[in-house]
């Protein structure tokens, strides 16, 4: 029985990511290079799905539950390479998440971002002036 995200660790995610890889030996293939090149393949894949198509187009096609399902396989070989790479590098994934969502927080402060899609570069300058 599949389980929500609220009922998985990604402790147990990367558990799985490395019984796949283990039963397939290929331990041999996942190093920082490759697992990186193989995230970013995967991310270019999700923005096929986008391409050459207005936000309108986007929202109609993402209505289509085929190519919702098709989408949702595209985030999940991009999880599927995050986690693969977190474990690869013995990297914490939720500590990493939340040490880099507080420097967005400093980045990006409630009081000048707020509303603006502007880039925490320009808004530093907005505060300067
Ligand atoms: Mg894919």
Redesign the pocket.
Known sequence: MPKSDSETTISELKDLVRSFVEERDWRQFHNGKDLAIGLSI?AA?LLEHFRFKSVDEVTQLLADPAALKEVC??LA?IFYFVLALSDHLDIQLSEAFREKLEIARERYPVELAKGKNLKYTELQKGRKS
């Open positions: 995967e894949e396989h595209e070989d």
